[in-house]
């Protein structure tokens, strides 16, 4: 039997420890600081529509203390402004062999890692999940907790990432082998580009246009240079009516940028979303007004532990004027 090591077991590396630890599957997880000890001392509070299940399973703070007997597959679950510092640990510890899959937002993970290891999958995820609680994750869908199609990077398939899917299938998630995993993760990063937005502002109309003017100048920037990306009829087709939210859409938790600035953490992964389209506009002589500004906005909040959605959209709007 397949083990994991789930690398980073926060909102989505948590529900996908704690559901694959359920189905059967040997699960090491890797966490950080107080998350970790409740985990360790009570073990992963998986919280879902239909209660509350404590998974007790291997956790450790360093790839040093897992065991690598029978190589298991990485599923990097850590945030993109996380992932060097968790491919050094990696790297200093892991076969060199290892399989290791990238089940993150944004598009810069999966060079980085191939930097490092030659059998390098990503996975384009769509999984509705919290961590605001240490030594709790809330999955946010139900009964189907998520998305997770698989594929090898740059391009293509193989028996890896259909055994991969087929296990992820078997913990009660969607998933398929996909040969162009890299043009579904370009849509969702577009999908993305609303994050900043509603991590910092107050929701409203204001909000709204900004997120519709980052994902239109987002959009235009990848046609230009040319990157595949499947069309948003292909995107809406595949979530169809499988991910059912337990919240009234008014109440229900922010995404995982919402969350990073909530929890005060200091930082968060906006270079690597809004990031990205102000990075492909400045190599292609594109402008990027509306990305730059999130960016710039999204990443100053964080760094100054100011209020989750606490800036005011029109405001932002303005300078854009």
Same mark, same amino acid.
């Given at each position: 039997?397949v083990?994991?090591?789930v690398?980073?077991a926060?909102?989505?590396g948590g529900?996908?420890a704690?559901?694959?630890?359920?189905?059967?599957?040997?699960?090491?997880?890797?966490?950080?600081? *107080?998350h970790?000890?409740r985990i360790?001392e009570?073990?992963? =509070?998986?919280?879902?529509?239909?209660?509350r299940?404590?998974?007790?399973a291997?956790?450790t703070?360093?790839?040093? *203390?897992?065991?690598?007997?029978g190589?298991?597959? =990485?599923?990097l679950?850590?945030?993109s402004?996380?992932t060097?510092?968790?491919?050094?640990?990696?790297?200093?510890?892991?076969?060199?062999g290892?399989?290791? =899959?990238?089940?993150?937002?944004?598009?810069?993970? *999966?060079v980085?890692i191939l930097?490092?290891?030659?059998?390098?999958?990503?996975?384009c =995820?769509?999984l509705?999940?919290?961590?605001?609680?240490?030594g709790?994750?809330?999955?946010?869908?139900?009964p189907?907790?998520?998305?997770?199609?698989?594929g090898?990077?740059?391009? #293509?398939?193989?028996?890896?990432?259909?055994?991969i899917?087929?296990?992820?299938?078997?913990?009660?998630?969607?998933s398929?082998?996909?040969?162009?995993?890299?043009?579904?993760k370009y849509?969702?990063?577009? !999908?993305? !580009?609303?994050?900043?937005?509603?991590?910092?502002?107050?929701? #409203?109309?204001d909000?709204?246009?900004?997120?519709?003017?980052?994902?239109?100048?987002?959009?235009?920037?990848?046609?230009a240079?040319?990157?595949i990306?499947v069309?948003r009829a292909?995107d809406?087709?595949?979530?169809?009516d499988?991910l059912?939210g337990?919240?009234?859409?008014?109440?229900?938790?922010?995404?995982?940028?919402w969350?990073?600035?909530?929890?005060g953490?200091?930082?968060v992964?906006?270079?690597y979303?809004?990031? *990205?389209?102000?990075?492909?506009?400045? $190599?292609?002589?594109?402008?990027?007004?509306?990305?730059?500004?999130l960016q710039?906005?999204?990443s100053? !909040?964080?760094?100054?532990?100011g209020?989750?959605?606490?800036?005011?959209?029109?405001?932002? $709007?303005?300078? $854009?004027?």
């Amino acid at each position: 039997m397949v083990r994991y090591v789930v690398y980073g077991a926060g909102a989505v590396g948590g529900v996908i420890a704690a559901r694959l630890h359920l189905a059967g599957m040997p699960v090491t997880m890797v966490a950080r600081g *107080e998350h970790l000890e409740r985990i360790r001392e009570q073990g992963l =509070v998986l919280d879902t529509a239909r209660g509350r299940e404590t998974v007790t399973a291997p956790a450790t703070n360093t790839a040093a *203390e897992v065991d690598w007997a029978g190589s298991p597959i =990485v599923l990097l679950c850590v945030k993109s402004h996380q992932t060097e510092a968790a491919l050094g640990d990696l790297a200093a510890h892991a076969p060199a062999g290892i399989v290791v =899959v990238s089940v993150q937002n944004g598009v810069a993970n *999966e060079v980085a890692i191939l930097r490092r290891f030659a059998a390098t999958y990503s996975v384009c =995820v769509m999984l509705p999940s919290t961590h605001v609680e240490p030594g709790v994750v809330i999955q946010q869908s139900w009964p189907t907790p998520g998305i997770l199609d698989v594929g090898r990077f740059p391009a #293509g398939s193989d028996d890896t990432a259909a055994a991969i899917a087929v296990d992820l299938a078997n913990a009660g998630f969607v998933s398929e082998p996909r040969a162009d995993i890299m043009a579904w993760k370009y849509r969702k990063l577009i !999908l993305n !580009l609303g994050n900043a937005v509603q991590a910092a502002c107050r929701p #409203g109309d204001d909000a709204d246009e900004l997120v519709r003017l980052a994902q239109e100048e987002g959009e235009a920037v990848v046609a230009a240079t040319g990157i595949i990306l499947v069309s948003r009829a292909a995107d809406r087709e595949r979530r169809g009516d499988i991910l059912r939210g337990r919240h009234r859409e008014a109440d229900a938790p922010g995404g995982s940028t919402w969350q990073s600035i909530s929890r005060g953490t200091g930082s968060v992964e906006t270079d690597y979303l809004t990031g *990205e389209i102000v990075l492909l506009g400045r $190599l292609h002589g594109i402008a990027t007004p509306v990305n730059e500004l999130l960016q710039r906005a999204a990443s100053e !909040l964080a760094r100054r532990r100011g209020q989750v959605a606490s800036l005011d959209a029109a405001g932002l $709007l303005k300078t $854009l004027a």
